[in-house]
């Protein structure tokens, strides 16, 4: 009795092998899913689109568990949709990763003592679509691993055709409209990767350095600067003070001589000192400080480099040719031979940026690059949000997001590399630039280059939404699947990708955002919420997991960590539990099939079906409308609960085992709970495919002999609710779940047969009796019964004779034992809480696990008491 519209289908066939093996069926079903198309859209379909674009993973990458994770979570909402009657595309690419991809050439280049300058620059471009074509792309067959349902025939890279001339024609646009410029600045640079890094893809961390303190000037001029980088004194253009520093208002607009050089620096009033802090003085350096360039502008101060792109001193003099580590121990050792350091500090801790890609501690560094304007673009961003055309989910990461986008600085878009994007601007002999769009000739004739930088990965990236749509061409595809409708990531690219998606998307599409929503998760750790990571020794593989598990396996231990934005703690027993269930799922189902269960025929009227029947299709269809619910929320971690729960305890552990007294006696009644299991099933296996595809796909095509599960149709809750009949088998469950708790109190195996006389007249039980006694292995009450035991539950009472079964002295020093244990643990703890100077003293979590020890003596005694009472007398 849900909505189910699914055509009938000839009659299933009940052979499954006894055991699931998913390395067997796992991979020839995945390729006969994509081999009859069922992942592929068509873009004059009038069916309503419904469009996510995979975050792009890098040529270089392998699967991990963060791919892992986030591919489940996307697979599964492209799965319902697609069922539901969406035209769904899930879209495939890859990024081309600009400074990870060459930094993997040059490895390889090394290794044949050569260098990217020994192939030029044509050469090593080529050799890196050689190693694309190669080696490149690995995570493709790794995904299939998975079950991604991936429209592979549109799989994108971006820098392949489409999306290069793309990226052109945004850089082209954007040139036009000044929103792009060239300006020397500050950038952060990496002297390994020899390129300039943008602020969000520096790492910071913590490192052991030091805190030199030095005096500059001679006398009565003299001041004192601290400084973490002593190397860069050699390029000082300044000493700066606060304007209201009383103590140095002498001094400033004089010059003092700046020490190891031949040099006189200006003192300089800005506001930007903190008088407070430290001497009150700071060194300038406007070539290789962020701050300090600031100054520096404001006091039209030289800016003197002084290490080259390598971090090597460039200044002529003794310290010419170190690199920059080196010089920093030799001009504090000149400085002190000098006597001009004050003070020292070893180990200084503080926060340093290190280049993401390779680790190195990265150099501000004076340098001449490519810039966006972000404000404007920034603003439409942050206001897509704001007016509501643009959701965010959780809600609590809007705010996030508000203090990313409203506090911008202008993005850096050049980089140093080989591999790329390279910048369409063509520079002439006497100084012109030109920008060339994608279907214009660049300029020619003596003196004309083209610009040797190429584009940060992040610019095309941003792109993605629309140009996998085959933008800057109107088509149909654009049409149909543009705007996205949510972009499912992780909360760390909230800065990296995805407001540039939401910048880029906004000023070329018109001022039409690129999705509905944004879905954020959270973070892969270990099971100890511990962040994984090759130092740490945590790291796994996700594919060994696949191997010995099984994929489903692994997605419903992800899908049932993934509460919206919050982390995400797995560990291997979480996967095995997982497997347990896929098995579980197996099992019962390959029983239900042996047993009677059909999707033949339609389902037999209300009145038809016992209480049994109807309490289950009631809970299959709350299930469904809660599942829903939680789909539309973005909720995985408790949609898998629910359907765990409904699966294993109510579905198998529960309805199954109920029934099989009516299956057992066969008849026309048997029939008809026949029926029903094989609607559930059915129901059932809908519901879970999105998160666990191939086990309930091998399921579902058994019982129903339909083609597949990818297209068959979503479930709808049909409104059917029986409270009746719920609160019905409620009381069953809580006679059978206490009798089972007092067996088990007893001693008894779960096996052993007991004889019982159940008194059940009056009660909703009656009808249950048979499947009551099936369940809790209790004998009719014969000649001869005597009871032992008595326990009244649910309305009903049922009488055990343990004669025979129990030693019931044994039983009875046991418990006593017991008993005494607990009374003593009582004792102690009252004594303890009755104790007004250990309360005041104690700290509040000792208190409460003492509190905690009393409350669960209390409920041992109780419960041990009850036993005691309940053994056979005498």
């Known amino acids: 009795m849900t909505e189910n519209t699914q055509q009938q289908n000839p009659a299933p066939t009940t052979e499954l092998p006894t055991q699931y093996a998913p390395a067997e069926v796992e991979g020839p079903l995945y390729e006969r899913w994509v081999e009859r198309g069922y992942f592929e859209v068509d873009a004059k379909s009038e069916k309503p689109a419904y469009t996510i674009v995979i975050p792009p993973p890098n040529v270089t990458g392998s699967l991990h568990l963060g791919h892992a994770f986030e591919h489940t979570l996307i697979d599964a909402l492209t799965r319902r949709k697609r069922m539901q009657g969406f035209e769904t595309l899930w879209q495939p690419g890859m990024d081309h990763a600009g400074i990870a991809t060459q930094n993997v050439v040059e490895r390889e280049l090394a290794k044949e003592g050569k260098s990217r300058h020994d192939l030029g ?79 969000i893809e520096v790492d910071y961390q913590d490192d052991d350095g030091e805190l030199v303190s030095m005096k500059y000037g001679e006398g009565d001029s003299t001041l004192v600067v601290a400084t973490t980088r002593a190397e860069t004194m050699l390029g000082d253009t300044a000493i700066a003070v606060h304007p209201d520093d009383e103590r140095y208002q002498h001094l400033i607009g004089t010059l003092i001589k700046l020490p190891l050089t031949n040099r006189s620096i200006p003192v300089v009033a800005d506001t930007h000192v903190d008088p407070e802090f430290g001497t009150g003085c700071v060194k300038v350096t406007p070539a290789h400080d962020p701050n300090d360039f600031a100054i520096g502008q404001r006091h039209n101060l030289e800016s003197i480099e002084v290490l080259d792109q390598r971090g090597v001193i460039t200044v002529h003099g003794p310290f010419e040719g170190l690199d920059r580590f ?335 007294t009516t299956f057992f006696a066969g008849g026309e009644q048997a029939e008809v709970s026949g029926r029903v299991l094989g609607e559930v099933l059915d129901v059932m296996l809908r519901v879970l495919h999105p998160i666990v595809p191939f086990v309930t796909e091998t399921l579902w095509t058994t019982l129903t002999g339909g083609e597949t599960l990818v297209t068959a149709d979503w479930p709808k809750d049909s409104g059917f609710r029986d409270e009746a009949a719920e609160r019905e088998i409620e009381l069953v469950q809580q006679v059978v779940t206490e009798v089972r708790r007092f067996r088990s109190d007893q001693g008894l195996q779960p096996g052993q047969k007991v004889p019982a006389e159940l008194t059940l007249t009056g009660t909703a039980l009656a009808p249950h009796e048979a499947a009551i006694r099936q369940l809790l292995r209790l004998q009719p009450a014969g000649e001869g ?90």
């Open 785 to 874: 019964f005597h009871a032992t035991a008595s326990l009244p539950v649910a309305g009903a009472t049922v009488a055990l004779d343990l004669s025979g079964t129990i030693d019931v002295e044994a039983e009875r020093k046991r418990l006593t034992k017991d008993l005494g244990a607990a009374e003593k643990e009582k004792a102690d703890a009252n004594k303890k809480l009755g104790n007004e100077a250990f309360l005041a003293k104690a700290p509040d979590n000792v208190v409460d696990k003492i509190r905690t020890r009393l409350a669960k003596a209390e409920a041992d005694i109780e419960r041990i008491t009850h036993q005691i009472a309940a053994l056979p007398q005498g």
């Open 121 to 199: 620059r044509e050469a090593f471009v080529e050799r890196v679509w050689q190693w694309k074509a190669e080696s490149g792309g690995q995570i493709a067959g790794q995904m299939r691993r998975l079950g991604d349902g991936v429209a592979w025939s549109r799989d994108r890279f971006t820098m392949d055709e489409g999306l290069s001339k793309a990226v052109q024609t945004v850089f082209k646009k954007m040139f036009d409209d000044e929103l792009i410029y060239r300006a020397e600045r500050i950038i952060n640079w990496c002297p390994r990767c020899l390129t300039a890094i943008s602020d």
């Open 326 to 660: 080196e010089a920093r121990s030799a001009i504090v050792a000149a400085m002190r031979a000098e006597g001009r350091i004050v003070a020292e500090k070893r180990p200084y801790v503080h926060s340093v940026g290190h280049c993401s890609r390779c680790k190195t501690t990265l150099e501000p560094r004076l340098s001449l690059q490519w810039w966006v304007k972000v404000e404007t673009l920034a603003k439409a961003a942050g206001d897509a949000v704001r007016d509501g055309r643009v959701n965010i989910h959780p809600a609590d990461m809007t705010q996030r997001y508000f203090d990313w986008v409203d506090n911008l600085n202008d993005w850096c878009i050049s980089r140093q590399l080989w591999w790329g994007h390279r910048i369409p601007v063509w520079h002439g002999p006497d100084g012109e630039m030109v920008c060339v769009g994608p279907d214009e000739q660049p300029p020619s004739g003596e003196g004309w280059t083209q610009d040797t930088d190429v584009l940060d990965t992040w610019f095309s990236s941003g792109l993605w939404p629309f140009s996998t749509m085959g933008w800057p061409e109107q088509t149909e595809d654009l049409a149909k699947f543009y705007p996205n409708s949510v972009m499912v990531t992780g909360y760390d690219l909230m800065f990296f990708w995805v407001a540039r998606m939401m910048m880029f998307g906004l000023y070329v599409m018109d001022d039409v955002p690129p999705f509905h929503t944004i879905a954020f998760h959270g973070m892969v750790r270990d099971e100890f919420g511990k962040k994984m990571s090759k130092s740490f020794g945590n790291t796994v593989n996700p594919l060994d997991w696949m191997d010995k598990y099984g994929s489903d396996a692994v997605r419903f231990t992800l899908a049932k960590g993934a509460n919206p934005g919050t982390d995400v703690p797995i560990g291997e027993d979480w996967v095995q539990a997982s497997r347990n269930f896929a098995n579980k799922i197996w099992n019962a189902t390959r029983f239900a099939l042996m047993n009677g269960a059909t999707v033949e025929g339609e389902l037999p009227p209300v009145e038809r079906l016992s209480a049994t029947d109807r309490w289950i299709l009631s809970r299959l269809n709350k299930t469904v409308a809660e599942v829903d619910a939680y789909y539309e929320d973005y909720q995985f971690a408790k949609l898998s609960e629910s359907l765990y729960h409904f699966a294993w305890d109510e579905v198998f552990d529960w309805y199954v085992e109920l029934s099989k």
